[in-house]
């Protein structure tokens, strides 16, 4: 997987997170409905992001670690079977989310959208890109890999750019908190525009009663795409 | 948005066998549409596996408040009905989807695991709501209190536990529904099992000792939060109608009997500068009767009471219905403005003393009263039965009466009302109707998070 496409894929699982309703713009939009305003639905945006962003980034801090530490296979093997396995226990059994409350402040609402988005498996369902990304490095690029740790953000961006050929290069840092980190911006990104996007768009146009006609199953595509990814991980 | 849905087609009424060991209670499948042959006729009917279960309150297993923001899972059909029995403490989880005419149980919880699982007994009331299925009771295995509410699970019907955490001064129990908008739960008080279960409690009732309050509490922390006393005379604190829209957080509650007067009232209780209060809006006085016409419960009075064993409010929060029981009328009113609302409409059906008839059969002496109302969900059609609970039946009606289910219709501005000609139903003999709920929803069933 070169570059260019994870950061893509990594972009795109955002905007697909964010298309979801359980993941946050119809609380948004429901939010600004019962105060009768638009900026009750902006006030939610942040916080619900930030709380994806979390989630996210706790699955690519751990999936990294254990990157760091375990032979390829062995990490690819159980995320994979679990992946399809909890995918296909979401296509055939969903359990109700413990959830109630509408009277939620920034922090209610970063905590409800880090446990909606680690309930789900969001941040799983970015794990063919996270390995696949690391993969073929050797031990050496590895080492280095973790030294280019210790660089500044933005160096590290800016050393990214100037080897965008040199994949082995990046994907040595890859396992590396910073770009780790990058990685979790760049999917959050995708996932607050379309987020924020819908959410203004139903709220300001088309109103609730679209979801009458057109709220098809997603928690079923959520389950099939958790399976896919399973597999994808399993074959990379 | 529910208001534009289909419809109904069909009814779902619990029977009770009003004496409690004849015969099993059922739920009786009722054709409502106006083209069809068997139109206002049973079409269906399940019996229960045992007697004496006194079936009451029933509702779905899923509603709109499955839609909520926080935990959106509007996979979830509506399709099982959770039929609690009041006197057993049974309850029977029907399937309405295979066919809809003749619901079958698919699982029945036995009293055995409520009592062991929540402490509670006599299981009353059955909401859907945001994390599960909400049952209320009225008290535990003894016939004592406190009653409050308890959980199933809304997919496998497992009974969860004890919903408080912390209920404050709360003891008795009857009703219950929230402001989803606002995180509140609010309950009303009846009385404990052991006294409703023989029969209204005449010395318990002038000593005040039946509930007169309401409770309000957080609903995320399941916390109570205040109580609200409509004063000592105001006895028996019935049915909650809160707004349907969760923007406005406000909703009426019947009570039955005034100690002062027999009168019956309805009461709004309402949020304002942060805090929820209660005031009465409507007042309805008893009538003066021959009490040699009179049970005999009521005859050292000379007067009927109005008795507000129902109320119900249209899905706009713009009519609410009231049930008087006792005098037999059944009373619509706007409540646009819900601090004043105006009466707009009056029939008389049944009654103590007055006995009004049906348009269908002017010269049938009707027994019973305007009960238990289900409004459809645009608010065109009104229905209702006439039993109240078979204890309490005996005591005001002491002659016994018929069970029947009669409809109104409603012009488009929900101002005024009139009786179907063709629709007055009589159940099986020896068996009355409670709740009613119609196929797809109705007024009574679904809580929203969206205004």
Redesign the interface.
Same mark, same amino acid.
């Given at each position: 997987m070169s570059d260019l496409q994870a950061w893509l894929a990594l972009l795109g699982l955002g905007a697909f997170h964010g298309i979801n309703?359980?993941m946050g713009w119809?609380?948004?939009?429901?939010?600004g409905?019962?105060e009768?305003r638009r900026s009750a639905v902006l006030r939610a945006l942040l916080p619900i992001a930030l709380g994806h962003a979390l989630s996210i980034g706790a699955v690519v801090l751990i999936l990294s670690l254990l990157q760091d530490q375990l032979p390829d296979a062995w990490l690819r093997w159980p995320v994979g079977v679990g992946l399809a396995l909890f995918g296909l226990y979401k296509l055939f059994?969903?359990r109700?989310?413990?959830?109630?409350?509408? !009277?939620v402040n920034f922090f209610d609402l970063t905590a409800?959208s880090f446990l909606m988005a680690t309930a789900h498996g969001a941040g799983l369902m970015l794990a063919p890109v996270l390995l696949g990304w690391g993969r073929g490095m050797d031990h050496a690029s590895h080492a280095a890999g973790q030294a280019a740790g210790g660089h500044d953000h933005a160096a590290m961006l800016r050393a990214a750019g100037e080897h965008a050929e040199h994949t082995t290069a990046l994907a040595a840092a890859a396992t590396t908190p910073l770009l780790g980190l990058a990685a979790t911006a760049i999917h959050t990104l995708g996932y607050l525009l379309v987020m924020g996007l819908i959410a203004v768009i139903v709220y300001e146009k088309v109103g609730?009663?679209i979801? !009458?006609r057109a709220?098809f199953?997603l928690?079923v595509v959520w389950a099939v795409a958790l399976v896919i990814t399973g597999v994808v991980t399993l074959l990379l | 948005?529910a208001m534009q849905a289909p419809v109904e087609q069909l009814a779902y009424v619990v029977l009770l066998d009003p004496t409690g060991t004849t015969r099993p209670d059922a739920m009786a499948v009722v054709d409502l549409d106006p083209a069809s042959t068997t139109f206002a006729q049973v079409v269906g009917q399940t019996d229960m596996p045992n007697i004496g279960d006194e079936l009451h309150h029933f509702g779905w297993n899923a509603c709109s408040a499955c839609?909520?923001?926080?935990?959106?899972?509007?996979?979830v059909e509506r399709r099982y009905l959770v039929v609690p029995g009041i006197n057993s403490s049974r309850i029977y989880i029907m399937d309405t989807k295979p066919d809809p005419k003749k619901p079958q149980i698919i699982r029945t919880i036995e009293p055995e695991e409520i009592f062991k699982r929540t402490g509670y007994a006599s299981p009353h009331t059955t909401h859907c709501g945001?994390?599960?299925i909400y049952v209320s009771a009225l008290g535990d295995p003894d016939g004592g209190g406190p009653g409050g509410i308890f959980m199933l699970?809304?997919?496998s019907f497992d009974v969860l536990g004890r919903w408080e955490i912390d209920r404050g001064p709360q003891h008795l129990h009857y009703d219950f529904w929230w402001h989803?908008?606002?995180?509140t739960m609010i309950t009303s008080e009846w009385g404990t099992p052991n006294m409703v279960r023989r029969g209204l409690d005449p010395e318990a009732l002038l000593a005040g000792k039946y509930g007169n309050s309401m409770h309000i509490w957080d609903?995320?922390r399941r916390k109570h939060l205040k109580k609200l006393e409509l004063g000592p005379e105001q006895q028996m604190v019935l049915e909650l109608r809160p707004a349907h829209n969760?923007?406005r957080p406000w909703g009426f509650v019947g009570v039955v009997v005034s100690l002062k007067d027999l009168s019956a009232s309805v009461w709004m209780w309402f949020l304002e500068k942060g805090e929820w209060q209660i005031k009465k809006v409507i007042e309805i006085p008893a009538e003066p009767a021959d009490p040699a016409l009179l049970p005999p419960l009521l005859k050292g009075f000379g007067a009927v009471p109005p008795l507000i064993t129902d109320i119900n409010l249209s899905l706009d929060d713009k009519t609410l219905y009231v049930s008087c029981w006792g005098t037999g009328e059944f009373l619509q009113y706007d409540v646009s403005d819900p601090h004043n609302p105006r009466k707009t409409g009056s029939v008389h059906l049944g009654g103590i003393v007055r006995k009004a008839a049906h348009p269908a059969q002017q010269d049938r002496p009707l027994g019973g009263g305007p009960q238990m109302v289900e409004i459809s969900r645009d608010g065109r059609r009104v229905y209702f039965t006439n039993s109240l609970y078979a204890p309490w039946d005996e005591q005001f009606y002491p002659e016994g009466f018929d069970g029947w289910m009669v409809k109104l219709d409603v012009p488009a501005d929900g101002q005024g009302m009139s009786l179907d000609p063709r629709f007055l139903l009589d159940f099986e003999k020896g068996l009355r109707g409670h709740q009613i709920r119609l196929q797809g929803g109705d007024s009574s069933s679904d809580s929203y998070?969206?205004?």
């Open positions: 309703p359980g119809l609380f948004a939009v429901a939010l409905l019962q009768q059994r969903s109700h989310p413990r959830w109630v409350g509408m !009277r409800w609730l009663a979801l !009458r709220w199953n928690d | 948005m839609l909520c923001p926080y935990a959106p899972h509007p996979h945001p994390e599960g699970d809304h997919e989803l908008g606002f995180d609903l995320r969760p923007t998070c969206y205004p």
